[in-house]
């Protein structure tokens, strides 16, 4: 069974940046597409950016147009999102998730679209 891992969150200033990586064991990326989602204290989970399974297509949350970049690399099985000028409302948990084999429709935007989720990695922007 496919299990993802994330990493590379942590405590940055408010305007700094955090590149996460989420990488794949017991599985593969290849045909899939990937998401990011984030859940902050008290709140849903919500949609952050997601890839198409050949990188032909991103998705952004409002927020995260023009400050976060989703790419991937199928050869090594893992995805980034590259987040830039961070502020405390970025602030929460971040999931990444893989969709289902083969799934061409867009956008990705909703959980249930995606069967398998990393366990988290915290980011903290402080103020």
């Not at 994330?6 to 593969?28: F, I, M, P, Y």
């Not at 290849?30 to 990188?55: C, D, H, M, T």
């Not at 999931?95 to 061409?104: M, T």
């Amino acid at each position: 069974q496919v299990q993802l891992v994330e990493s590379g969150g942590g405590l940055v200033q408010d305007g700094g940046s955090l590149r996460l990586s989420c990488a794949a064991s017991g599985g593969t990326f290849s045909n899939y597409p990937l998401g990011w989602f984030r859940q902050a204290p008290g709140k849903e989970r919500e949609f952050v950016a997601a890839i198409s399974w050949n990188a032909g297509r991103t998705d952004y949350s409002d927020s995260g147009k023009g400050r976060f970049t989703i790419s991937r690399d199928n050869t090594k099985n893992t995805m980034y999102l590259q987040m830039n000028n961070l502020n405390p409302e970025d602030t929460a948990v971040y999931y990444c998730a893989r969709g289902r084999l083969y799934d061409r429709s867009w956008p990705k935007t909703e959980r249930n679209e995606y069967d398998y989720w990393g366990q988290g990695t915290q980011v903290t922007v402080s103020s």
